[in-house]
């Protein structure tokens, strides 16, 4: 399994960057391949000043070897070695109404002294954080992941639809959510090989779904005229993603945590993003609209 998903994730690499570029239509994505002392490595791909995306990364890693003590502790388990392997992505627009989008998927696996699997699961998801709100982009964004998802059972939409509403929260700034969702799950464990090949297809659809439910967006948005209140409501929504990534964010705080490497990890963060004490946008804008819609909501009707 781990062979077929690494195999995966370096496939979608190279077929998001491209159709990125494409859209883009000026930036390139620049590539750092990395080695991790301890096993594996990675390679990181970075756009940047581009006529439609500002800055944005779509990496991959494969890492092994011993578990490092902290994840010993998150996971409870003693002295042991790991295989993981992923594709995590976040995508800064330049137009203030074309949204941020971030997904990753991962495997991992779990190994005793003697070599032996002991466990293994599949986490992933993505989700879209808009700067202005239109709903027929948020109801097709929504839609795609939930047709992606209904193909192995139609109530696993819901529930990561909720797994993420609940996640990608500041809870700080009075449970404000990121941004308008998608879906997120994690730790889904496969009982026998038939189910982990269930799991890598699900995930397969998930991945696979990542440009259909963002690309159409982007392109219907990235030419709508802005000015410099866009541009600074754009960079204190911004600011908002900062904290959410560095206060809260599980993946952030532990790759910081475990010696991993930092300039890949804090990719995600915006190239400029701005705090004003205690803004409030004006009654009846449509900064504050945005507003109205960081809360949970049926995108899709069902």
């Known amino acids: 399994m781990k062979e077929q998903f690494t195999s995966y994730i ?115 998801g993505s989700d879209l954080t808009p700067y202005y709100i239109f709903e027929e982009d948020g109801k097709h964004f929504h839609s795609t992941l939930k047709n992606a998802m209904d193909a192995f059972g139609k109530d696993l939409y819901p529930k990561y639809k909720q797994h993420c509403d609940e996640y990608f929260v500041n809870k700080h700034r009075d449970n404000e959510a990121r941004g308008i969702g998608g879906v997120f799950y994690d730790y889904l464990r496969p009982v026998n090989e038939e189910d982990a090949e269930r799991l890598f297809r699900f995930q397969q659809g998930n991945g696979n779904a990542f440009l259909p439910a963002y690309l159409p967006i982007a392109e219907k948005r990235k030419d709508v005229p802005y000015g410099e209140r866009e541009k600074e409501w754009q960079e204190i929504r911004r600011g908002r993603y900062v904290e959410f990534n560095l206060v809260h964010d599980r993946g952030t705080l532990f790759g910081l945590k475990t010696n991993g490497r930092t300039e890949s990890i804090l990719m995600s963060l915006p190239p400029r993003a701005r705090w004003a004490y205690n803004y409030q946008p004006e009654a009846g804008s449509k900064e504050a609209e945005l507003l109205e819609y960081l809360k949970p909501r049926d995108w899709t009707g069902n």
């Open 10 to 124: 370096h496939n979608l690499q190279d077929k998001i960057c491209a159709a990125l570029e494409d859209l883009d239509g000026v930036a390139r994505f620049e590539e750092d391949k990395w080695v991790r002392a301890e096993g594996g490595g990675g390679i990181t791909r970075v756009i940047k000043d581009g006529a439609v995306f500002e800055k944005g990364g779509v990496n991959t890693s494969v890492v092994h070897g011993p578990l490092p003590a902290a994840m010993q502790q998150a996971f409870q388990v003693g002295e042991s070695n790991f295989y993981a392997c992923g594709l995590s992505l976040v995508i800064h627009p330049k137009n203030p109404y074309v949204p941020t989008v971030h997904a990753n998927w991962r495997y991992f696996e779990l190994y005793d002294q003697d070599g032996h699997k002991i466990d293994s699961w599949f986490g992933g």
